[in-house]
């Protein structure tokens, strides 16, 4: 299964700063996901990332909130801008893994508190 | 939009077995059911996945019969270390093109 590596995995941030959060992946994969889990809730799918092309974004998700950047195969990131109380969650990244039969796998997860 | 329907929770005790169905009425001819486990403040684990009949693994089965219109999850003597939020997702694993939509899922809560 795939190995993927999340940073921070916990912060607690000031609202109106800026956190970027890393992904790295143990081998190349194309797709890239990065999703947010607000407390209690199920998984929302923020954006998709294909390396070699701009990130697309679900309703609801603007590139001015969440940038993200896809420089390479094995690497993603995901920021998180001008924070506010409410953008309080886990995110995630997962990834498309080629060697599993492109089955889904998650990272651990950015607990991202606000205050 | 996500295209699954799973029971909001399930209660179970130390050592039966339990089965959470999953609903997907819409699936397409490429899509395959997967199925996760997360636990608090962590990102979902694969468990299991699979397109028709019965896969077996070293942790659970999972059963999918002939219209593929819904599968169920069946875990083996649960234990307390089994209370966690199962999903089941089905995509497309030739073309996923970023549209995985996860449903609400299921709190299964195991009791001594």
């Known amino acids: 299964s795939a190995v993927i590596s999340q940073k921070p995995s916990r912060d607690i941030c000031q609202r109106g700063t800026s956190l970027t959060i890393q992904c790295q992946v143990d081998s190349q994969v194309t797709m890239m996901f990065w999703y947010r889990q607000q407390p209690g809730q199920s998984l929302t799918l923020i954006a998709t990332?294909?390396?070699?092309?701009?990130?697309?974004?679900e309703s609801g998700f603007v590139i001015d909130k969440f940038p993200i950047s896809r420089p390479n195969l094995t690497f993603s990131t995901l920021t998180v801008s001008n924070m506010s109380p409410e953008d309080s969650s886990i995110y995630l990244c997962?990834?498309?893994?080629?060697?599993?039969?492109?089955?889904?796998?998650f990272g651990e997860g950015s607990w991202l508190t606000v205050v | 939009l996500a295209k699954t329907t799973q029971p909001i929770s399930m209660d179970s005790y130390e050592g039966q077995e339990v089965n959470i169905t999953c609903s997907h009425n819409n699936i397409a001819t490429n899509d395959y059911i997967t199925w996760y486990q997360q636990f608090p403040s962590q990102g979902p684990r694969f468990i299991i996945q699979?397109?028709?009949t019965k896969v077996t693994n070293e942790v659970a089965s999972l059963f999918i019969p002939a219209d593929r219109k819904s599968s169920t999850l069946s875990l083996p003597r649960v234990s307390l270390s089994d209370t966690a939020v199962y999903y089941c997702l089905v995509y497309d694993r030739g073309s996923t093109l970023g549209r995985l939509y996860f449903g609400r899922g299921t709190q299964l809560t195991v009791w001594p």
């Open positions: 997962s990834v498309e893994y080629p060697s599993s039969g492109n089955t889904i796998y």
């Open positions: 699979g397109y028709k």
């Open positions: 990332a294909n390396q070699g092309s701009e990130a697309t974004y």
